[in-house]
């Protein structure tokens, strides 16, 4: 049995430039922060012939064109399975839909699962490249590259999309005292609303290729904000990070209808006056997280708590994807 894990993460600066739509362009930048809440991929091979796969749902096939998840599938064909004889299993922290990246976390550890089943070794950018090309070239999402590069390269991590698809990534040069404000402070309240990103990104995408220039614009200026939270916070300075978080939410709400709703926008509201500096959703937005940067944790957690919202506390991951059990 192979268990793979691969960690969710957290957005920090510059989210929806990691868009292929964008950065061919215009060249994405943006921060992402692994955590430790993780996705989990076990391989094994059964005593009879067969792919038997357990998620939220159940399946028995005989072949790989039979197969219904389209990543298993996809990844399945990748990898060359002619004759297979594979049960995979997945399980995760926290549920998909919530804005966390779930969908690339799940991608790299499978796939880092069946390269280590197959016995090929695989580097953690190539992972991430590997992961990308299922859900963007083979599948067709109109996602980032975000998700799959945080999920395996782990850390907290500034990524730079280059025209020519290449991905730099280089690690935020923060004090060991930022990170642990950072750990104290950073805020996750989880909105109780799951949602696809797709469609939410399907319509910056379509903006974006027609040269849409509100979204340019919108695009641009949140890159700039992503460069600015990168100096915020190698300057140890996270209340202006936060302040920076706010005003990237004002304009993040500003690309789509979807982005937010009346509820969302009141417990945001009541963060502000309850203890944070700044916050945003985590993701493409519509549900999923609300993460505050806190000036007094104790009370923001008290307001949201009572407010009707869990709390989720993490760490930071600094392995990315890994294999945690082969035997």
């Known amino acids: 049995m192979i268990i793979a894990r691969s960690p969710l993460r957290i957005t920090l600066g510059g989210g929806g430039t990691d868009l292929p739509s964008y950065y061919r362009e215009h060249e994405g930048f943006l921060i992402s922060a692994a955590i430790d809440k993780y996705v989990y991929v076990t391989v094994m091979r059964p005593f009879t012939q067969g792919i038997y796969l357990k998620y939220s749902q159940l399946e028995l096939v005989q072949k790989i064109i039979e197969v219904k998840h389209p990543i298993v599938r996809e990844c399945l064909q990748l990898m060359d399975f002619r004759t297979p004889q594979i049960e995979i299993t997945t399980l995760a922290d926290i549920p998909s839909g919530t804005g966390l990246g779930s969908s690339g976390s799940f991608t790299t550890a499978l796939l880092k699962a069946l390269h280590t089943h197959r016995r090929r070794p695989v580097h953690q950018e190539r992972l991430a490249e590997l992961a990308c090309h299922i859900e963007i070239d083979r599948l067709g999402e109109p996602i980032g590259k975000q998700d799959q590069y945080a999920a395996a390269v782990g850390g907290i991590t500034c990524f730079t999309f280059h025209r020519d698809d290449t991905v730099s990534a280089k690690p935020l040069n923060i004090s060991s005292e930022t990170l642990f404000d950072l750990e104290d402070n950073l805020l996750l309240f989880f909105t109780g609303f799951s949602r696809s990103?797709?469609?939410?990104?399907?319509?910056?995408?379509?903006?974006?290729?027609?040269?849409?220039?509100?979204?340019?614009?919108?695009?641009?200026?949140?890159?700039?904000?992503?460069?600015r939270s990168k100096e915020a916070l190698e300057a140890g300075d996270t209340r202006l990070f936060g302040q920076l978080m706010h005003e990237h939410w004002l304009h993040k709400k500003s690309r789509s209808v979807g982005m937010s709703n009346p509820q969302i926008d009141a417990w945001y509201e009541l963060g502000l006056s309850g203890g944070a500096v700044g916050g945003k959703l985590v993701g493409a937005g519509g549900g999923g997280f609300l993460m505050f940067m806190a000036h007094d944790r104790n009370q923001l957690r008290k307001v949201m708590t009572q407010a009707g919202l869990e709390e989720v506390r993490f760490h930071f991951d600094f392995e990315g994807t890994k294999i945690v059990m082969a035997a």
């Open 197 to 227: 990103a797709s469609g939410i990104l399907q319509d910056q995408n379509e903006k974006t290729q027609k040269n849409n220039q509100p979204m340019l614009d919108n695009l641009h200026y949140v890159k700039e904000l992503g460069r």
